[in-house]
Every structure is written in structure tokens, then in C-alpha cells.
């Protein structure tokens, strides 16, 4: 064969040519190392050798990076992750069985009476949880709902919610963590069996790290069951991370973090905006739920009313702790203060006195133009020296109130109010 013809003859006529050349006692030895070539070449991404394999996502936020949960994370970091799966952060919300219900079963003490003619049982089985309601006069049940998300750690209490399809909405009955009972749902009529509340995604936003809206715009309350993160979990704060894992997959060795946005970079705004996000009272949106990510620039995203900024004492101290901070004096007379200053979200901190004094200390005693505490010395001793319940109490709420027994007016939640300051 002359050279021309072989340079047209292509590639399959190239490979046949060779096969037609190839003695036949060779012929099997030859299709055996070229199978095996191959697959040694298909499979080397995945090799477990290399110790690579790409990582599916869960989901993917609408900027095309993909969510990949935590459990992903703990391969490189288990000791954060074994301590944030301990806050109320991460447990804020999860999917609804006996484990993440902290409500009372047992009979007896599974019943919530709303007024005298209705009346609710919570039950439980293998399958499932159920708030099922009855008129209690005519002893009949007229309704039987599957909780199917929990919402809320369970230190202040929990709400439920319910799937119908794929839309979400929120129970009548609630959980009431202080009295260990359940209860109304904040806002639901007391004298009748409330329509379900419809969940949109501004209402998830700050219970979930993530949740794909079917809905057009996303202002909905249609989701895909099983594309939610649940929990305010690791890619909240730090942005989705499919990439990340995957190239430190890919380079184990590696200790410069990549494709992952790091706090250190950040500046102070843009750290403080990252708890804002749900810590700062109810917002106006400017864009869809959830495609705020760290890093931006949060009233690109959202607004807040400033004019209830300028009297910070009528706050509300359930969810605008960002808002009482900014007009603490502490906040005012530093330039680096942010709620990371007192607060790890990696690691439980709930009732640590001793390490929030600390934190007060360290700023109080470091600076001198910074006045200690005041208080005489027996009166400090007194309080436990802790600087925390005097100059950040618990204060009553004025949007949350809990319907407790026959009280038809509610009692207020208590929740700690971060206008740090001198109370009496």
C-alpha cells in the first residue's frame, strides 16, 4: 500500500489495515490489551487508586453551582462538623420524625384543646407523625395531616408543616418548649380550625440552607421535596461548594481552600450581612429568596424599613438582633465588631456564661478608654459576674406570642435582646 493511500484511508481503515496484519495466534492477545487499555482509561477519573470521585450535587443554586450538604464537608473538617451539627443553627429545621418532634406523644399528653368545641391529638407511628382534629362536641374527626417539616431547634419551641404535593404549609399545632406542651401556632385564629398557612420561600429562607421554588420568580410555596437542605448548614455560610470538594478531592494535599469564599476576605459589612440576611427583622425583597450568597452585598438583595432604625429600643428582640447591635454603644465605639466577636456558629454556645464574659472582658480590660463594670462589688459578685443577663436580658417579644392553656391574649416568647446597654 502507498503512502497516499494510507493517509486517506481514515481511522477505522487504519485500524482495520492493522487488524488484517496482525497474525491470527495474536489476533485475541491483541483485542484483550486493547479492551483493558481502554477501560484502564475510562475508569482513571474514578480510580479508587487516585482516591478521586467526583461528587454529585443535591441541588444547584440559579448561578449554576452545585449544593453538596455537609456530609461532604466532614471529610475534611469533622471536628467543625461534629459541633455545628449541635447547634440550634443546624437543627433549625429537619425533615419530621419522632427524632426531630420534640413534642409529647404519650397519651394523655399528646392533646391540645383550642377552645371547646375543637380539639386536636398528635400521633405517631412507623410511618409518620399526624396532627389529626376533631369537633370535640359531636366526638368526630374531621381532619388528619401528615407533618411532614419541622421547623425550629426546639429550644423556644417548633411549628410544623405539611406537604400538599409539592406545596408546603404550616399546621395549627405547635410546640411550646417551656412549659413542654403543645400549642396554637403563632398568628392562627383561637376560636376555629384554621386554613393552612402557605410557606413561601421568604419564609424558609431562614430556616433552610436551601430550596429549590418551582414557582414562577419563586414566590410560591411549591418546592421539589428533594432538592431542600435542611438545617442552616455549612453551604449557607459559606456558598455552595460543589467545586470546592471536588478539586481538593482531586488534590487531597492541597491547603489553600479552593472555589470557597473565605470570611477572612470578607469586610466587615459584608460579614455582618451574612447573619442580617435573617437577623435583622422583616425585609423587602429585591430579588428571589435565596440568591443572596456570603460575600454579596446585602440591600442589593433586600431592604429593611430605616426608619424604625432610628428609635432602637422599639426593635422587636425576636429577629432584628442584627438592628439592636448596630445601636449598641459596644457596636459604635469599635470599628471591627461583628456578631463573630462574641458569637462561633461552628459550635454550640447556648448557657456559656464564662466564655461570653470573657468576650465582654476581653474588650472592657484591653481598652482603656472602654469603662469595666460599674456595678458596686457586691452586687457584681451577686450577679454571678455575668455581664450578659445584665446588659442583654430577656425581653419580651412583640410579633411572637404563645397561646399558653385557656390564654386567649398569649404570652409573649422571651427572647435576648442584643441592645447591649444598662438596665435596670
Known amino acids: 500500500m502507498n503512502q497516499n493511500h494510507h493517509r486517506n484511508m481514515g481511522p477505522r481503515g487504519i485500524i482495520g489495515y492493522f487488524f488484517k496484519s496482525i497474525p491470527e495466534a495474536a489476533y485475541g492477545l491483541v483485542v484483550l490489551l486493547v479492551v483493558v487499555g481502554t477501560g484502564i482509561f475510562s475508569c ?18 440559579k448561578n449554576g453551582q452545585g449544593y453538596v450538604g455537609s456530609e461532604s464537608c466532614k471529610e475534611c473538617h469533622s471536628d467543625i ?6 447547634t440550634a443553627h443546624y437543627g ?38 399526624y396532627q389529626q382534629s ?23 419551641g417548633q411549628t410544623y408543616l405539611k406537604w400538599d404535593g409539592d406545596a408546603l404549609y404550616q399546621l395549627q399545632v405547635s410546640y411550646y418548649a417551656p412549659t413542654d406542651e403543645w400549642t396554637n401556632s403563632p398568628g392562627m385564629s383561637q376560636d376555629r380550625f384554621a386554613d393552612a398557612r402557605p410557606v413561601n420561600s421568604s419564609c424558609l429562607e431562614c430556616h433552610v440552607t436551601f430550596a429549590k421554588s418551582t414557582t414562577l420568580y419563586g414566590m410560591g410555596n411549591t418546592f421539589k421535596k428533594d432538592e431542600i437542605l435542611y438545617g442552616v448548614d455549612c453551604e449557607r455560610c459559606h456558598g455552595p461548594s460543589e467545586r470546592h470538594v471536588n478539586l481538593h478531592r482531586e488534590n487531597p494535599e492541597e491547603q489553600h481552600p479552593f472555589a ?8 466587615q459589612q459584608q460579614r455582618l450581612d451574612a447573619c442580617a440576611l435573617c437577623h435583622s427583622g422583616i425585609r423587602t425583597p429585591k430579588k428571589p429568596a435565596f440568591a443572596f450568597l456570603p460575600g454579596d452585598t446585602l440591600s442589593h438583595f433586600s431592604i429593611v424599613d430605616e426608619t424604625v432604625l432610628k428609635e432602637p429600643r422599639t426593635l422587636d428582640v425576636h ?38 464574659n ?19 462589688k457586691n452586687r457584681e459578685t451577686g450577679m454571678g459576674t455575668d455581664c450578659v ?18 390564654d386567649s391574649t398569649g404570652t409573649a416568647v422571651q427572647v435576648r435582646t442584643h441592645l447591649i446597654g444598662i438596665y435596670e
Open 134 to 156: 376533631f369537633l370535640l362536641k359531636e366526638k368526630k374527626q374531621i381532619a388528619s395531616d401528615t407533618l411532614g417539616v419541622v421547623i425550629g431547634s426546639g429550644t423556644k
Open 319 to 356: 429577629g432584628n438582633q442584627y438592628g439592636l447591635l448596630k445601636a449598641s454603644a459596644c457596636f459604635e465605639k469599635t470599628e471591627t465588631m461583628r456578631c463573630t466577636t462574641c458569637h462561633d456558629p461552628h459550635k454550640p454556645q447556648r448557657g456559656a456564661t464564662a466564655m461570653f
Open 92 to 129: 433549625t429545621s429537619a425533615k419530621a420524625d419522632q427524632k426531630n418532634v420534640h413534642g409529647n406523644f404519650e397519651k394523655g399528653k399528646n392533646h391540645y384543646r383550642l377552645n371547646d368545641s375543637l380539639g386536636f391529638e398528635l400521633v405517631s407511628d412507623r410511618n409518620g407523625a
Open 81 to 86: 462538623y461534629e459541633t455545628h451539627i449541635k
Open 44 to 61: 482513571k477519573e474514578n480510580s479508587p487508586d487516585k482516591g478521586y470521585v467526583a461528587i454529585e450535587p443535591i441541588t444547584y443554586h
Open 358 to 376: 470573657e468576650k465582654c472582658m476581653g474588650c472592657h480590660m484591653a481598652n482603656k478608654n472602654i469603662a469595666g463594670c460599674t456595678e458596686k
Open 260 to 267: 470557597m469564599k473565605t470570611y477572612d476576605d470578607f469586610t
Open 389 to 406: 443577663s445584665c446588659h442583654m436580658p430577656m425581653l419580651d417579644s412583640k410579633s411572637m406570642r404563645i397561646a399558653v392553656g385557656k
